[in-house]
C-alpha cells in the first residue's frame, strides 16, 4: 500500500486539526496503522496507533486526551484528530501501516514498513 498524509497547517495554540492519510494500490484493512511524528532535531517518535478494524488503539502518554485516532476501511483512510494543541506538538507527521508478526502485539512496537510522505503541523504561540 502506497500512503498520502495531508491535513497540516500553520495553528495557534489550543486549536486543532485533523490529518488523514489516504492508502492506494492495496486495503488498508489488511494493516495495522499508525501516525509518528519527527521535531525539529529529535528522533521519530510513535503518536498513536489502531488495530485493523479500529477496536484497538494506543496513544503516546503526551497527546492522551487531545488526540483521537480512527480508521475508516470503506475509504481506505487513516484520520487523526488533534485537538489543544501545543507547541511541542509542532513536527513532521507520518502516517504508517504495517502487519503484526504475531496475534498478539503491540500497536506501538509493531515494524511498521509503509510511510506516507509526512504533512507538516506547526503550532504557534
Known amino acids: 500500500v502506497q500512503l498520502q498524509a495531508s491535513g497540516g497547517g500553520v495553528v495557534q495554540a489550543g486549536d486543532s486539526l485533523r490529518l488523514s492519510c489516504v492508502g492506494y494500490?492495496?486495503?488498508?484493512?489488511?494493516?495495522?496503522m499508525a501516525w509518528f511524528r519527527q521535531a525539529p532535531g529529535k528522533e521519530r517518535e510513535f503518536v498513536s496507533g489502531?488495530?485493523?478494524?479500529?477496536?484497538?488503539?494506543d496513544y503516546t502518554d503526551s497527546v492522551k486526551g487531545r488526540f483521537a485516532i480512527s480508521r475508516d476501511n470503506a475509504k481506505n483512510t487513516l484520520y487523526l484528530r488533534m485537538n489543544n494543541l501545543q507547541l511541542e506538538d509542532t513536527a513532521v507527521y507520518y502516517c504508517?501501516?504495517?502487519?503484526?508478526?504475531?496475534?498478539?502485539?503491540?500497536?506501538?512496537?509493531?515494524?511498521?514498513?509503509?510511510w506516507g510522505q509526512g504533512t507538516l503541523v506547526t503550532v504557534s504561540s
Open positions: 504508517a501501516a504495517g502487519r503484526p508478526s504475531s496475534v498478539f502485539y503491540e500497536l506501538r512496537s509493531i515494524k511498521y514498513r509503509r
Open positions: 494500490g492495496d486495503a488498508v484493512s489488511g494493516y495495522v
Open positions: 489502531i488495530s485493523f478494524r479500529g477496536d484497538s488503539t
